[in-house]
Each structure stands twice: as structure tokens, then as C-alpha cells.
């Protein structure tokens, strides 16, 4: 880490400082539903705070095309400052005189949010003037985001060249836990990828295939390749424009002798919501008005079965549609035989990614695994060994 200027090099006192974390919670009926990445940036907060820094926390939330309620920040405030025993001044807005004056009224410890950056196209485009912009606010920028530190974006990785950049501390111990885990991997080494982020990971499975020995898809991701097969999935997640992709993946796979393993079975439902009337079914008897929601059982043995044989887990992404009852069966049953066998210091086990962490605590494993990280699509780049925007442009700054 000493290629970076960490909080131990900052002068905090009286300076604004723009904090750039990861607040894309889970949330469920309006609530956070799993606090980790909140859990996780509380002693960069409280650090710059305590040292007299006023704390400008920006962040994205969702996929928002525009200014939406839906994705607005202003929700995860509650969670926020229940996690920091401390008030947190909400800011409609990221840029303009409004947060000019919020910040300039707040006092020095104090802590502020600003709304989604997304909200401005600016932020994904990384536009120079929506990064001045972000920047007149601030004395200081850190990046404690390493969850988004794939996005080259004006609040991840444009403000490092403008304004006097650190890493923050879940940043370093992102890095330091990464490296310590996995630079080295003891072979053979499996992934698991699965979740919903069909088009956004699909691309860098192409790469991960040539580093593992066995990808195991599970999620949208699986049905993406079942479609590439030309399994019909009925009315499943699929990215149906990207089977040519997935299809050149499984190629490459073969090439660099890394087996694929995909779902053989599956729960199917008609109705996405917890407690369906469901069944399970071989992947090519879905029905043209079913979803599969989960993996079933022959495809859970045999994922637990190649377990047995790897010394080295890297996990993104659940299999199933787990915060929906029964459809977290296989991410559950997966993640306690990881678990089991990690404990018995036979397996090192990573996961990450916001929903993955959920869903670990869920399984009630994530104390028992390697490390779990915050980060899931930048944690497979950087699996991949591809340079992060976010964390280079710290590098150079
Ligand atoms: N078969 C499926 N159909 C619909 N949604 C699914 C399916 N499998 C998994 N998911 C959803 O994927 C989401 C997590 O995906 P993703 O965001 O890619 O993971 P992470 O946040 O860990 O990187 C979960 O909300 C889960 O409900
Ligand atoms: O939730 C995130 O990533 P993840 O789903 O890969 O864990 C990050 O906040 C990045 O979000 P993005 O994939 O919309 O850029």
C-alpha cells in the first residue's frame, strides 16, 4: 500500500473532504437489508470526522437514467447514521450552490450525503466539467469505494487528478485482504459466478476462464449460457443479444481447459416472489411461461461434489433469487459446504459483491469464509489482474 497516500498522509483538520464510498445497498421494503458496506467505510468516516475533517460522503445507488426517487440516497440515511451513532445531513443534490452552502454551514466533524451521483449523466462519462464541479466542494478527495473502483467514472476516478487524493482505510484493507488471499492462488482454483449483472460480468468471464480451473455459473448468468445451448428457458433472466458472447466464452474455456459446469436442474416458478407454487425440473423442461429461480439439487451435488476438489474459491454472484424463499436453496446449501470445508483449512473461500455478502449472511457463513469482500464485479477484474480505474488513478495522484 505504500503506492498510495493513505488517511496517515492526509491533513484533515477544517478541510472538506470528498469521500467517495459504495452505499448500493440491498434493501428490501424500503430498509437496508444488509448493512455490510455501510458496516464496512464507518472507520474512514469517523477517522476524517474525528480529525476535524467536515465528511462529504458521494455515492451512487442503482442503475438511475436521471434524477428518480426510486434510487435516491436519501433512504439508506436512516441506516447510515443508526451505523455511525452520528447525524448525517442529507444533500439533494451533488453539485451546486445548495451543497456550497450545506458544506460551508456544516461544521467541522460533522458529516454529510450527498444525493446520487448517477443522478448526473456526468458522473458514468466521467465529463470534466461534472468533475469540476464535484471537485469546488472539496479541499481533499478519498476514495473508499473499492467496490466501484472498476468504474472509470468522475466520482471514482476522474476526482483523483483534480483535487489531493488517499485511499481510504476499507480501500487499503480491500487491496491488503485480496492480496493476501489470493495473489498466489494454491491450485486448482474454481469460481463461482452467478447474480443478475448479466452484461456487466458476462465480458470478464472470457478472461477468469484463462486463470480457473472450473467456473461454476449459476443466476441470469447461467440461463444466458443454457439460451447460448439452445436449452429454452421460458421466461428466465436472460441477456438474449449476449448468447454470442457466452457462447465464445465456453469456447475459450475449453481452449484454456477450465470445464464450465452448469446448471443440470432447476426451481421454476410462474411468479417472482417468495413462497411460489414451484418445481423443480431438468433445465430443458421449463415451461414457456416459467422462470428458473434457482438450481436444483443434481446441479447443487455436483457443485458441492467439484468443491471437494479445489484448494482455492473465488464467488460472485448467488445462484438463485435467494432473498425469495425457496430460491435461495443452492446458494444456502453451497455456501455452508464452502464453509465446511474452509473451516476445516482445506479450502481458502473468497466472496464478494453486495448482494453476495447478503446472501452469505444470509447463510449464515460469512464469518466462517476466507474473507468476503464488498466488491463483486471489481473484485473479478481484479481477479482477472486488470488494472482498476478507481485504484490507479490513486496510484498516479
Ligand atoms: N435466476 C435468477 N432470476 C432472477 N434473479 C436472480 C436469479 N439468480 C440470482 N438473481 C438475483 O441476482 C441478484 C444478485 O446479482 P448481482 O447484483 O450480480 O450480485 P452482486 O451484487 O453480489 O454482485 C440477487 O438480487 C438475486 O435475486
Ligand atoms: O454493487 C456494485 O457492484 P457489484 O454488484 O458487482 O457488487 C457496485 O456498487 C457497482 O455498481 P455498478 O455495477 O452499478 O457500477
Redesign the pocket.
Known amino acids: 500500500m505504500s503506492a498510495f497516500r493513505t488517511l496517515d498522509d492526509a491533513d484533515l483538520a477544517g478541510k472538506r473532504v470528498l469521500v467517495r464510498v ?1 452505499l ?1 445497498v440491498p434493501m428490501e421494503d424500503g430498509k437496508v437489508s444488509d448493512t455490510t458496506r455501510i458496516d464496512r467505510i464507518l472507520p474512514t468516516i469517523r477517522e476524517i470526522a474525528d480529525k476535524g475533517g467536515k465528511v462529504v460522503l458521494l455515492a ?1 445507488f ?2 438511475p437514467k436521471g434524477r428518480d426517487e426510486k434510487n435516491s440516497l436519501r433512504q439508506v440515511v436512516p441506516a447510515l447514521a443508526h451505523a455511525l451513532e452520528r447525524p448525517v445531513i442529507f444533500v439533494d443534490d451533488c453539485i451546486g450552490d445548495d451543497v456550497a452552502k450545506a458544506v460551508a454551514a456544516a461544521k467541522n466533524g460533522e458529516i454529510l450525503l450527498l444525493e446520487n451521483t448517477r443522478f448526473h449523466a456526468g458522473d458514468e462519462t466521467n465529463d470534466p466539467d461534472f468533475v469540476k464541479a464535484l471537485a469546488a466542494n472539496g479541499d481533499l478527495y478519498v476514495n473508499d469505494a473499492f ?2 473502483a472498476h ?1 472509470a467514472h468522475a466520482s471514482t476516478e476522474g476526482l483523483a487528478h483534480v483535487l489531493p487524493a488517499y485511499a481510504g482505510r476499507t480501500m487499503q484493507a480491500e487491496l491488503e485482504a485480496l492480496a493476501a488471499g489470493l495473489d498466489n492462488p494454491a491450485r486448482p482454483v474454481m469460481a463461482i459466478v452467478g ?1 443478475a ?1 448479466v452484461s ?1 460480468k458476462l465480458d470478464l468471464l472470457g478472461n477468469l476462464v484463462k486463470k480457473v480451473d472450473i467456473l461454476a455459473i449459476g443466476g441470469g448468468m447461467a440461463n444466458t449460457f443454457l439460451a447460448a445451448r439452445g436449452v429454452a428457458i421460458g421466461k428466465s433472466l436472460c441477456e438474449h443479444d449476449l448468447v454470442g458472447t457466452a457462447r465464445e466464452i465456453a469456447e475459450k474455456a475449453k481452449a484454456a481447459g477450465c470445464a464450465i459446469l452448469l446448471p443440470v436442474d432447476a426451481l421454476v416458478a410462474r411468479e417472482f416472489k417468495a413462497h411460489p407454487g414451484y418445481r423443480v425440473v431438468p433445465v430443458d423442461g421449463v415451461e414457456p411461461d416459467e422462470m428458473i429461480l434457482d438450481a436444483g439439487p443434481l446441479s447443487i451435488a455436483e457443485v458441492v461434489l467439484r468443491l471437494e476438489t479445489v484448494k482455492t474459491l473465488v464467488w ?1 454472484g448467488p445462484f438463485g433469487a435467494f432473498e425469495l424463499p425457496p430460491f435461495d436453496t443452492a446458494t444456502v446449501a453451497v455456501a455452508k459446504a464452502v464453509a465446511k470445508r474452509v473451516q476445516a483449512g482445506e479450502l481458502v473461500a473468497v466472496a ?5 455478502v447478503a446472501a452469505m449472511n444470509h447463510a449464515g457463513v460469512a464469518d466462517e469464509l476466507t474473507y468476503v469482500s464488498t ?4 473484485f473479478l477484474e481484479w481477479m482477472e489482474g486488470k488494472p482498476l480505474p478507481g485504484v490507479e488513478a490513486l496510484r498516479q495522484a
Request: glycine share 34%; net charge positive.
Open positions: 459504495d448500493n451512487h442503482g442503475r467496490s466501484a468504474r447474480g449483472k456487466t460472485n464478494g459483491g453486495g448482494d453476495t466488491a463483486g464485479g471489481a
